[in-house]
Nanobody, 130 residues
Framework: QVQLVESGGGSVQAGGSLRLFCSASGLFFSFDNFACMGWSRQAPGKGREGVARIDRVGSTTYAESVKGRFTISQDNAKNTLYLQMNSLKPEDTAMYYC?????????????????????WGQGTQVTVAS
C-alpha cells in the first residue's frame, strides 16, 4: 500500500520561506513508478486547488498565484518531492497536500486534474502571518 507523507509546514511571517517535503512508503517515489506528482492546497472555507505539478517528462506547471515564488522539484535518490515556497503571503495560508498518480490519466484534462491523482498525503499546515 502506497502512502504519501508531507512535512515541513509551519508558521512564518509574510515574505518568509518554507520548504515542504513529501516522501512515500510502499513504493519508490520516482518517475519510474509515477507519471505525475504535485502539490495542492486547501484554505479554510475554500475548495482544494492545484499549486504545482511536475511530470515524468520533466515539465512543471504552477498556479498563477504562485508563479515566480514557488518551485516544485523531485529527487529520485532521496525518494522525495519538494515544494520551495518563497515570498510567502498571508493568502498562501492553507493545508498543503502532496499528490501523485501512477498512470498517464493525470496528463488529461486540466493542468491539475485533482480527481485523477490517486495518491494523497494527509497534509501539512502552512500559516503565513501578516
Amino acid at each position: 500500500q502506497v502512502q504519501l507523507v508531507e512535512s515541513g509546514g509551519g508558521s512564518v511571517q509574510a515574505g518568509g520561506s518554507l520548504r515542504l517535503f513529501c516522501s512515500a512508503s510502499g513504493l519508490f517515489f520516482s518517475f519510474d513508478n509515477f507519471a505525475c506528482m504535485g502539490w495542492s492546497r486547501q484554505a479554510p472555507g475554500k475548495g482544494r486547488e492545484g499549486v504545482a505539478r511536475i511530470d515524468r517528462v520533466g515539465s512543471t506547471t504552477y498556479a498563477e498565484s504562485v508563479k515566480g515564488r514557488f518551485t516544485i522539484s523531485q529527487d529520485n535518490a532521496k525518494n522525495t518531492l519538494y515544494l520551495q515556497m518563497n515570498s510567502l503571503k498571508p493568502e498562501d495560508t492553507a493545508m498543503y497536500y502532496c499528490a501523485a498518480e501512477r498512470s498517464s490519466v493525470c496528463y488529461s484534462g486540466s493542468w491539475f486534474p485533482t480527481a485523477s491523482f490517486g495518491y494523497w498525503g494527509q497534509g501539512t499546515q502552512v500559516t503565513v502571518a501578516s
